[in-house]
């Protein structure tokens, strides 16, 4: 009997985290979980206590740590805040840190947990999108893996198992093409929230389901392959594979190519990050390529999805610019989701920021957690504009 | 500069012997040739000794023998028949052996080649499906190893590198469907030899091609699939795959699948097989999914394809059986090529040899060539009664 391994899980109320519990539940005492995190579902949170008894939880916001210290059975230890957070990231006993926190509050949190040694499966891509060069650096030097959960990311990570990255020419993302792939461009002005939110393949956040609509959620992908792949943004190419079956794909030198596929189902790169690189076994839904029949596969166009150019830009230019996008991104779509801008707002807003606000080229983490503030004062003060 | 590895090429004039020689001259200087062995396409030899300067080679024919001694501008040691194969196979200087052979002649060079402890890159399907077990024996107790170049295998090859083949669910085998996979199921009985060596993806050989269009090939190639990877017959599919684009499949038992992609060019399998497990650059044609479109998959049918039917029967049967229905399928393959037999009497013809000839399990190497010898036999007589 091989000792469990012992697992934080930081942001554990998201779709991701309800899956990685999923899995672990699955792996029948294969994994101990030290601390789950929450920033105010104190409900879900007692409920994942009573179910997988964790040794500690974190709750971030005030009020919910309150509620959540008078009323709960929980008997472990209870933190607060970011302090508590980055104290869970940085936990000795950890072998392993899931890293779902959604947006630019995972970066200090990942970053504490690379500097504790810790094993990352990283599942937070705005922190590689905002700060990758300084998580990248901080992984090297403390010789700590970066597992990737993102399907695609997942992906490619499989595809190379065996493989050597100096053989490789390049690497396809696939991109579903979101929920307005057909969507004549002139109907773009009227989109709903309710329509964004209705993606045709994946069960999502909110704030990713938009992000798959503009695709500037493959934008932040692209940038994330850019850091845990170390290839340059000419060597990364975005693919419309509307099945979404193809996760990913690696052109090799040869001109041979290798795809991770397999059933839209998050749990399966999930058990991957968690393992890796063993596999376990799951009766998780099989792929039955004659049941799909027709894979299909077409260039995206820039049109359709200008966010996901504003991203690309944003890589080339390098520095501070991702971090900028990415601040303004969460606050655009946060405002569409609240009603404040239109659909076709949410790139224009991104693009202005990026616009007036001065890149920092090899940023510290200060530069990088200002240029994230102060694109989202930017941000604010362009949809207030717009509102009135 | 590392030392050229040395190669000998067994069955120098086919296709992949051509495309593999074309390989060999990209690799500029990585390569020796120590034997180029021919049956009697004696001036294709005469610039390929020019070409490549392999240090001796062997003409299997013996007027073809005579006749190269007599005109050839080539100063190295020529070796005549199968006794001058079987030197080139077991040549100490070999640190690889290509099996190119066609047909059962490859078997013994192939064996003679393991005994002498050489890399294997095995191009010579046939020596599988009838001395599987014998092949796979050899390698095991010489520690060889056995490296597919057919690119269905290679996928699969590729698709397992830093895999472990515990983690397989299934491996599936894709197939374009042949010449005859649109064609209405009666008008099978009309087709001609031109119609059947119309390939639709790959440029092969005529034996192979007429294979492809009956789909006994596809079944060998499971049969051999079975082989190299140790998998039962049930965990090997087949999947029509018309593009001939993914090349197979393997499925692992956490739901992930793996696929290995590329234009249809057996210049990628061949190369990957000589520089196994690493890889090399080369300019072939690179794979564009956005110009391709659309990949499709369907199950096949075996009232299309009966010989695919039979060949999984006889891997099921075991023993003698795969070496019956290769050697039956020789013997009807070269008399439709000849004009003897209609397309559609090829299945029945092996149908009947089966039916008629007993299989011995465990069988030695003298019961499977005794298994082939009579098969062609009975497959003989069969035909001749078909014609009178």
């Not at 773009?188 to 309710?194: H, L, P, S, Y």
């Not at 030198?253 to 968690?274: E, H, N």
């Not at 049109?303 to 610019?321: F, I, N, S, V």
């Amino acid at each position: 009997m091989i000792n469990p391994r012992t697992i934080s899980i930081l942001g554990s109320t998201g779709s991701i985290v309800t899956q990685t519990l999923d899995v672990i539940d699955r792996l029948d005492g294969k994994f101990d979980i030290a601390y789950l995190t929450v920033d105010k579902n104190i409900e879900e949170l007692e409920r994942q206590t009573q179910r997988f008894s964790p040794g500690g939880v974190v709750v971030c916001n005030s009020e919910a740590y309150s509620e959540f210290k008078k009323h709960t059975r929980f008997k472990g230890e209870i933190l607060y805040g970011n302090e508590g957070l980055h104290q869970a990231a940085a936990y000795e006993g950890n072998d392993l840190v899931m890293s779902a926190l959604v947006g630019f509050a995972g970066v200090v949190p990942t970053i504490r947990a690379i500097e504790a040694g810790k094993t990352i499966a990283l599942a937070n891509k705005e922190a590689l999108v905002s700060a990758g060069s300084i998580i990248t650096k901080a992984a090297t030097s403390h010789n700590v893996d970066l597992i990737a959960v993102d399907s695609e990311h997942n992906a490619i990570l499989q595809c190379l198992a065996g493989e050597r990255i100096n053989d490789v020419e390049k690497i396809v993302l696939t991109a579903s093409g979101g929920s307005f792939r057909d969507t004549p461009l002139d109907e773009f002005e009227a989109i709903t929230v309710g329509q964004a939110l209705n993606h045709p393949n994946w069960a999502m956040g909110n704030k990713i389901t938009i992000d798959s609509a503009t695709m500037m959620n493959k934008g932040f992908e692209v940038i994330e392959a850019h850091w845990l792949f170390g290839l340059p943004a000419g060597q990364i190419e975005v693919l419309i594979h509307r099945q979404s079956i193809i996760h990913s794909m690696v052109h090799f030198t040869d001109g041979s190519v290798k795809a991770q596929l397999g059933m839209p189902d998050m749990r399966i790169p999930i058990s991957y990050a968690l393992t890796y690189p063993a596999r376990e076994q799951y009766n998780f839904p099989r792929l039955d390529l004659s049941q799909i029949g027709t894979l299909e596969f077409h260039r995206p166009d820039y049109q359709r999805y200008p966010c996901l150019k504003l991203a690309l830009e944003a890589l080339e230019a390098g520095g501070t610019a991702t971090a900028i996008l990415n601040a303004a991104n969460e606050v655009a779509v946060g405002a569409f989701l609240n009603g404040l801008i239109s659909f076709t707002e949410i790139h224009k807003i991104i693009s202005s920021v990026i616009e007036k606000k001065e890149i920092t080229l090899n940023p510290s983490l200060e530069d990088i957690i200002d240029a994230d503030s102060e694109s989202r004062d930017i941000a604010h003060l362009l949809i207030n504009k717009i509102k009135n």
